[in-house]
């Protein structure tokens, strides 16, 4: 009996014992982590992105999250193996698949396209340049195919892309006719002044202008059609209107002489020629993917009138996925016929930069440059230079500037292929805008 009453006190309180055993130790894990630096700097910068505390050789998805101002989401993901001490680093190891491959550091920042759930075809450009942008960088397990529900998160960092150094002012301008904003950098100055435009999205869109006074230059963001008062559509300009700007930036008691400095892209590039070659004002112009002769609105200057080529819709083609070519549709600025649009460039006194990707397809930019070129040649000028880029599309921007093949085009509601290749084009992004930097250095001061 005595053993008995043993037995059951000692299988009574085995499951307490069992309580207070301590439990085995988990098998050992390091902890994830990634760390993208600066956490918060310049859009136009580079950032250095690692990952710790994985396996060797451990598959993993980073991803990049961001939202526009409208709320918009778009994301980005590529695959990596860890190396043998379970760490990764963007600068050095190779993405071996997602939306690029190859060794990029910037390849989430550039590769973010509209999510699934989005519409498609929106870029991400910074609408206000006194927020910035900010980017959730996520380490998942595994490789998940773009598209794909990810693995489980194991890491985590925000990154937040800034449009201006603290100190850059920016003033909204109201000035006789001119619209825009004028971007100050810090510091007394002087500085080199410089008008910056786009094309025919219209409006008036800043970001460039804000990082280029952050390195430097008194910026003048200029809208010209679709913006406050000025007119609702391109339907035709008056060169008199960007003379006016011009000669405000040229007199600003912050901005250097004797000339100031144009950057357009598309429309605006074309514009900017016609500035240089019109305007005593301008003496040195960034023209990117522009046409070499006056398109689509007229140009009035005083009693001269450039009529603007025009482009056939018939030679618009349109893809299977509703997706508008208009490579072929602009009237050919060598016909005969149309020498009439042509903007006499060889009467400009000032410098010429010419950007273009030989990938674009919105229209034959690689073509256009090549006809100034030889415009400038034939009357024994050597006053430009080219900057030409395989595999780049049309809107080459600053660096790290998402890619966006095909676009909503603002003026007619459907989406309008833009050519390009994403790593090619960012590649041209990043190199082209130091080069536009020491040009406009070289010859504003």
């Known amino acids: 009996a005595v053993m008995w009453r043993a037995v059951a006190a000692a299988a009574a309180s085995a499951p307490a014992r069992a309580l207070c055993r301590a439990p085995p130790p988990p098998p ?6 990634v760390a993208v630096s600066p956490a918060a700097g310049l859009a136009d910068e580079q950032v250095e992105t690692r990952v710790a505390g994985l396996g060797p050789g451990q598959p993993v998805t980073l991803r990049a999250v961001a939202a526009d101002e409208r709320g918009c989401l778009f994301q980005s993901c590529a695959h990596y193996r860890a190396d043998s001490r379970g760490e990764l680093h963007l600068g050095t190891d190779a993405s071996h698949g997602g939306d690029y491959t190859g060794v990029e550091p910037m390849g989430l920042f550039w590769s973010l396209a509209p999510a699934g759930m989005e519409r498609p075809y929106q870029r991400l450009v910074p609408r206000s340049t006194g927020t910035p942008m900010k980017v959730e960088v996520l380490v998942h397990q595994g490789h998940s195919l773009p598209g794909a529900i990810p693995g489980p998160v194991v890491a985590k960092a925000e990154v937040e892309r800034w449009f201006t150094a603290p100190g850059v002012r920016r003033i909204r301008l109201k000035e ?4 825009g904003s004028l971007f100050l950098p810090p510091g007394d100055g002087p500085f080199p002044g410089v008008i910056d435009m786009y094309g025919d999205e219209g409006g008036l869109i800043e970001f460039r202008s804000s990082l ?15 913006f406050e008062d000025l007119p609702k559509v391109m339907k035709e300009f008056k060169l008199e209107y960007f003379e006016e700007a011009a000669r405000f930036l040229r007199r600003h008691p912050k901005v250097k002489g004797p000339g100031v400095g144009v950057i357009g892209t598309g429309k605006g590039a074309e ?6 070659t019109f305007l005593p004002e301008v003496v040195a112009a960034v023209c ?20 603007g080529l025009r482009f056939d819709i018939n030679k618009v083609s349109v893809s299977d996925a509703g997706v508008f070519d208009t490579f072929e549709a602009l009237d050919d600025p060598r016909n005969p016929a149309n020498s009439p649009c042509t903007i006499p460039i060889e009467k ?10 030989e990938g674009d397809r919105m229209w034959k ?21 080219l900057l030409s880029y395989p595999g780049a599309g049309h809107r080459i921007d600053p660096p790290s500037t998402p890619f966006c093949q095909v676009a909503m ?17 960012a590649h041209a992004q990043e190199h082209s805008w130091g080069k536009i930097q020491e040009f406009l250095h070289l010859h504003l001061g």
Not at 292 to 306: F, I, K, P, Q, R
Not at 411 to 418: D, F
Request: charged residues 20%.
């Open 288 to 307: 990117i993917s522009g046409c070499s002769s006056n398109t689509v609105a007229d140009l009035h200057y005083g009693e001269m009138t450039l009529p």
């Open 212 to 226: 280029l006074a952050t390195r430097g230059f008194a910026a003048l963001s200029l809208p010209y059609f679709d």
């Open 409 to 425: 085009d603002r003026v007619l509601g459907v989406p309008v292929l833009g050519g390009g290749e994403s790593k090619a084009h």
């Open 348 to 357: 400009a006194e000032g410098h010429f930069l010419l950007v273009v990707g």
């Open 365 to 385: 930019s690689s073509l256009y440059a090549e006809l100034v070129i030889g415009r400038l040649r034939q009357h024994g000028k050597e006053n430009f230079e």
């Open 176 to 179: 006789g006719g001119v619209r």
């Open 28 to 33: 050992r894990r390091w902890a994830v982590s």
């Open 271 to 276: 514009l900017a020629l016609s500035m240089i």
